[in-house]
């Protein structure tokens, strides 16, 4: 019989994962309730209480032993260790692997749940983010009423408390499994009706949010510092008195009353901005700002790990100052989120679990699951609203749901792109990659350039697209008289029925690809030209890069930026124990072959990078470093073939630094205006660590390189086009060195992308 002791080091720390969570008892029906089994077992007050405050009694509707008693059992489907399927959900037995006692009563240890999910797995398969349980009995192995606990999470940025982990092999899972969430009871308690389900689906969506949110520390503007403002009980939920647009993470709506007084409005209805941003369903420049209320009268808040559980404010309204927040004060506590935006689609497996020695054709088990057969259709419709249309979830178990997508993967201009010749053209490619055709689709294209926001108009209604299919659309936009070689930064939107996608790209304007690199294959380019490197740990390779990770965080992507090749600093993982797979103490070089440059007009470089600059930080953490970086290099070419020394220097173009990110990055870089483009140019790539007490290291990719050049009819007299160009020279005006996001200008080709599954785990040494 399983016993509630922790027996192993790993034990104790996945228990450590799991975040007990509010729930309150659902509200009151207009039906006779009884006593589900023994009217004194009753579900303890959760360590968190929900938004009433109080726990709930274990109840069912009469009508539901009776119309279970009454219905035709199912048909049942093979039995794999004696689990059974009615409709979609799954009937596991209870065994004492998975169902332990806590004195006389049932309970399952959070730590037993990889025993449930392994035989779910086993039975349905690997194809799960979420695996949510519910029980035919009163579940005493935590006090909470629900709770989630998170067995994978790769995404960084969401809160020190939120740390990037991998413990689905336990779980039976190969790291499609995320997070378990037990419900417990409230399925027996919620009944039949839709309309009685109202505070268990809001908590089904605290618990499935709980895989993101709420961890999220906050710089306080008034010193500078990083806060728990946000928090609230656990560290695991938002604040009282936070704005968060009634967030079912114990979030309140908060109105602004303009006379020192706020009165909030709703409690625990949706995700509201912060909730969406963290689980990747808005960018972090879509959120809009937001406020928490302080210097409340006969009111002292607490740090979050000292809050004790209580109920919401009893009064409506409360006085007190507006302090204004906003996601640039998010980022700057806990950095950005990495990848910065999601699919916005998962699976999600429904389990009953019986108690020992209970059939999984017992009337109350046979008849939980067929309510939770109908009650997960509810849920895939309430969080599509609580996301405004942007999470889709898939709750069938026999078969994929088939997403529909109707995302943005191409963004060009369209030539000449001359804004003083008239509006500028804009493509779009829209794709469905899902299995299912996309409906309810609009697009529009918002443009950003010499500080002044544009828009294609109001949103275009596009037709269904069929699953697997790619379609076109054009925009105009009207820029006014920019100077050819400004950077246009181009936001595509399209909001479908189920999904919400943007592709942000920066786009110079009316310049064109003069030379371009993928790394495919051999071309010329030289590993440590001159024999001095020093770098011990990696050296550039080219090849397809593999998921890396240093201790606690990823540093490196599953794969290149396009097709299958890429220059790396370590192809293969760091070997745990010896800190191989990225560069230590030193540097090492990546030189090109001569890149032809002759008759470029004011040339860019445009490359996509990764880049981890590392340090050793406290309690065996990782965190970034001024003191290591990626350095970019240029130089014209000997046109002799030999190096010209002292008279032709290699010139920094373009640094990286102080940054852990495994997102491919890109970087559009002006090349110095003396540079002579004669014979052509070469380039460096140099990845160094100046680390020395802590230690540190850095992981650097490159790859898609191109140089832009102004096209030929920007070379006319300005006085006609306006293009801000010379005959014979370059355009006017200050050149910046680089920018954070950019594209070449015309016909890069969408190539397909490796993701190898390879992880480990590294420290420094």
Known sequence: MLTFKFKTLVRALLTALAVTCAGSASAAAPIRWQPAFDPRMHVSPPLGKGPDGFGAQVRVDPAFKIAEAAAVGPVLEAETAGIVRVGEVLVVPGDAESVGMVGTRFGIDPTALRNITRKAIAFAGDHFEIITLWVTFDDRGTDALAYALNVRNEVAGLGRRLRQQDFSAAYGSAGTLRTVVNMKSLGLSSGELRANWGTALETWGQETGHRYMAFLDVRDPRTQRSSDLLLGRDCAHFDWFLDTQASVQDGLAWQDNGDGSFTWTEQNKRYGNLDLYGMGLLAADEVPNFFAITNIPNYTRLPCEQQSPG??????????????????????????????????????????????????????????????????????????????????????????????????????????????????????????AGARTATGIKAWVE????????????????????????????????????????????????????????????????????????????????????????????????????????????????????????????????????????????????????????????????????????EAASAGTVGTSTRAYLSVLVRAANTAGADAGADNPWREIDRISNQISFIWQERVVALPPDLDLSAGIELRFVAADENVEPPGGIEAAVDDLSLLSNVAACEVADTDNGCGCRMGGRAPGPRTGFSFVALAALALFARRQRRSRAATLSRFR
Not at 404 to 416: K, L
Not at 517 to 525: Q, V
Not at 539 to 544: H, K, L, M
């Open 311 to 432: 109920r919401i404010p009893a009064q409506r309204t409360v006085t007190g100052t507006r302090l204004d927040l906003s996601i640039a004060d998010v980022v700057a506590a806990n950095g950005p989120r990495e990848p910065a935006i999601s699919t916005g689609y998962l699976r999600e497996l429904q389990v009953v679990v019986t108690r020992p020695n209970e059939t999984v054709d017992s009337t109350i088990a046979q008849g939980l699951a067929r309510r939770i057969d109908e009650a997960r259709k509810w849920w895939e419709e309430w969080a599509l609203n609580a996301s405004r249309n942007r999470l889709l979830v898939c709750t069938q178990s026999t078969a994929d749901c088939g997403d529909a997508r109707s995302d943005v993967v191409v963004v060009e201009t369209m030539p000449p792109a001359i804004p003083a010749q008239g509006p500028v053209g804009f493509r779009i490619d829209v794709a469905n």
């Open 447 to 614: 443009v950003t350039a010499g500080g002044t926001k544009f828009s294609s108009g109001e949103p275009r209604v596009l037709a269904d697209l069929a699953a697997g299919a790619t379609r076109s659309e054009s925009f105009s936009v009207a820029l006014g008289p920019l100077p050819c070689g400004s950077q246009a930064v181009v936001v595509a939107r399209t909001q479908s029925d189920v999904h919400y996608h943007r592709l942000t790209v920066s786009r110079p304007l009316g310049m064109e690809v003069a030379w371009r690199e993928d790394f495919e294959g051999e071309t010329g380019w030289v590993v440590n030209p001159e024999g001095t490197d020093e770098g011990i740990g990696a050296t550039w390779q080219r090849g397809t890069p593999e998921l890396s990770f240093v201790v606690d965080r990823q540093t490196q992507p599953a794969g290149a930026h396009g097709g299958a090749g890429a220059f790396v600093t370590g192809l293969i993982p760091p070997d745990p124990g010896r800190g191989g797979g990225f560069v230590r103490g030193g540097r090492v070089t990546l030189q090109s072959p001569v890149i032809p440059s002759t008759g470029l007009r004011n040339p860019q470089l445009h490359y996509h990078a990764t880049v981890s600059a590392m």
